[in-house]
């Protein structure tokens, strides 16, 4: 710490003359620490006259000075660290070739405030005879100030009406304010008055964070002068909260404050969250609830203070509604049981996919909430049953069918349960993507589903189906998108029951049969199968050919007849007419052998 000047440090460096090429030649050092790294960029040259860019390097110097004359000034830098590290600043810019008149008064400021006035006049005695033009206001009001401190101008009247004269000439510059003000202590006026000014100098377009400081000393010593806000205070409330400057009275006072608004503002709002985290209070947090209600409080950021409100008990309108619009649905959990209170006679309030997103969420919970899914057993079955008929699906709609469609009762109630059986929850973090295709090999015609933000609800019947992408521009992708797949529904138990109560859906079919093995017990299903005209004609003719090599295992067996009667022959002889004329013939239907005899040979 010993070598440091401030925060300061100097590190020789040699460059070797014979290593350099032609032109220029690049390099860096770098200082890292565990906390961060630094870089600094070095330039040379062999050449005699190299024109290198010192703007930079300007900049760079002078926003540390203006840097560690803000933390001195917001009292968190003593004044020895400050005035070592900006004279470190200044003999780095006088190295440079850089020591513009700007600097050298600072550095004659700062000797001033060594209580070094001799020294400090040596340097602005260079610029007695300069002609500052009205591009310079700001210098030449900073060498009269700086004249006046060190004793070289003695009328001082007459440089407070210059300074004045300066500033109404740059009514935008906060120095100019500033020294006028350092010069003039005795008339400068009330504090609401100067306020008033600070305010003006804000609006003619000043916004130098020496002047959101002058503010919040003003308002830190009389909070009365904080009446109304406005773009200037949010911003002086932003500087102040950034440099934990913040007091829990104006805190409050700001809070109430937002309370008149009429309009949202994103940086007042950012300003009432800085408030909120430096001093916790359920007034601030109130007022922040409803001034986020003024513009979109249905962003999910907004989420952390509806939560917050709703665990405190915090009573606004719409509190609830807010709650749910913004959290993030992707994941169950045990909602608020005052919410669930207030959604017990308000739900028709609530967007559908929220309102499945909490019914979801007390079926989940139901063993540690028995009470709350008995009051809503009957809002949540109406409602799972009519979002089924209009086809709507998410993990969220899947919970409610799986839980009150599972037992139809009726083939009306089984079809509605049946569209929604194997059904998957694909997400890819492709942006391009807007559309999964998935395509059995079992059927005529794949399957499109969009792709939104990210997720698709596809229905996959059998493990061999594959997977593809669209994008916007028709292009398809197979294996080169990651994605994740998850399914939505048990349908172990729910196909046999859906097919004995006459349910035929193509993709219930085709999963029962694909999974299922051929008996005496499932022949129809196999048979009806083996007709639906949603399947490829190669697929049809294969799964004939499995119901033929099962009648002729077991021709004797006389329950097959009725099937039998059913079948359409031409279509079986097509596929083994040998088959299918040993079956009929032992089975004495000879009037049928001799149609195919006669139609096929």
């Known amino acids: 710490d010993e070598d440091f000047i401030g925060s300061y440090y100097q590190v020789e460096y040699v460059i070797r003359k014979e290593k350099l090429k032609k032109g220029r030649q690049f390099g860096e050092i770098t200082v890292k620490s565990p906390y961060q790294q630094l870089t600094y960029q070095i330039t040379a040259s062999m ?10 390097h300007v900049k760079r110097h002078k926003l540390e000075l203006l840097r560690d004359l803000a933390e001195y000034s917001c009292k968190r830098m003593d004044s020895k660290t400050w005035i070592g590290s900006s004279r470190f600043v200044l003999n780095q810019l006088r190295e440079e070739g ?21 020294q400090a006049r040596e340097i602005l005695k260079k610029f007695k005879h300069q002609n500052f033009v009205r591009e310079n206001l700001e210098l030449a009001g900073a060498y009269l100030y700086l004249c006046v401190l060190t004793g070289l101008h003695k009328d001082r009247e007459q440089a407070i009406r210059r300074l004045y004269n300066f500033f109404l000439q740059k009514e935008d510059s906060f120095l100019l304010f500033k020294l006028w ?33 002058e503010a919040w000393n003003y308002i830190s010593s009389d909070t009365t002068l904080l009446h109304r806000m406005s773009s200037f205070w949010t911003q002086v409330f932003l500087f102040a909260g950034e440099k934990g400057l913040l007091t829990e009275e104006l805190v409050m006072r700001f ?27 359920d007034d ?12 979109n409080p249905r962003k999910p950021e907004y989420f952390r203070w509806f939560s917050l409100a709703v665990e405190k008990g915090i009573r606004l309108t719409r509190i609830y509604e807010y709650y749910v619009e913004t959290m993030d649905t992707s994941y169950q959990r045990e909602l608020p049981k005052p919410l669930l209170m207030y959604f017990t006679y308000n739900n028709t309030s609530l967007a559908d996919d929220k309102k499945a997103f909490i019914y979801a969420s007390i079926v989940g919970n139901r063993g540690r909430q028995p009470q709350t899914y008995a009051d809503y057993r009957d809002h949540m079955k109406i409602f799972a049953m009519r979002k089924a008929k209009e086809g709507r699906m998410n993990e969220n709609y899947a919970v409610l069918y799986q839980e009150f469609l599972s037992n139809p009762k009726t083939e009306g109630q089984a079809k509605l349960l049946a569209q929604k059986l194997f059904t998957h929850r694909l997400y890819c973090d492709d942006k391009k993507i807007r559309y999964v295709i998935v395509r059995h090999e079992q059927l005529r015609e794949e399957e499109i589903y969009p792709c939104i933000q990210g997720v698709a609800y596809p229905r996959i019947y059998t493990d061999d189906a ?4 669209q994008d916007d521009k028709q292009r398809r992708y197979v294996s080169t998108i990651p994605y994740n797949l998850t399914k939505l529904t048990d349908e172990s138990k729910a196909v046999p029951e859906l097919l ?39 697929y049809r003719n294969s799964v004939r050919k499995q119901i033929l090599d099962y009648y002729a295992a077991n021709v004797q067996d006389q329950k097959l007849d009725k099937y039998l009667e059913k079948m359409d022959f031409r279509q079986y002889a097509q596929v083994d007419r040998t088959t299918l004329l040993e079956v009929l013939i032992t089975r004495r239907m000879f009037r049928q052998a001799m149609v195919i005899v006669e139609e096929f040979g």
């Open 284 to 295: 601030t947090l109130e007022a922040i609830c409803r001034y986020i209600m003024l513009g």
């Open 98 to 118: 850089c020591d513009y008149p700007e600097y050298q008064m600072y550095e004659a400021y700062i000797l001033h405030m060594e209580e070094k006035d001799e």
């Open 181 to 213: 003000l350092e010069m003039n202590p005795e008339d400068k006026g009330s504090p609401s008055r100067l306020v008033f000014m600070m305010e003006e100098l804000f609006e003619k377009g000043c916004r130098s964070p020496f002047l959101y400081l």
């Open 255 to 281: 809070a109430y404050l937002t309370g008149y608004e009429r309009e949202f503002c994103t940086s007042m709002y950012r300003a009432l969250a800085m408030g909120y985290d430096a001093f916790e209070s």
């Open 466 to 469: 594959v997977i593809l992408f």
């Open 47 to 56: 050449e005699s006259k190299v024109q290198l860019k010192t703007e930079i």
């Open 500 to 538: 004995e109560l006459g349910v035929r859906e193509r993709g219930l079919l085709l999963y029962y049969c694909e999974s299922t093995t051929l008996n005496a017990d499932n022949l129809e299903y196999f048979q009806s199968l083996a007709e639906l005209e949603d399947c490829t004609e190669e």
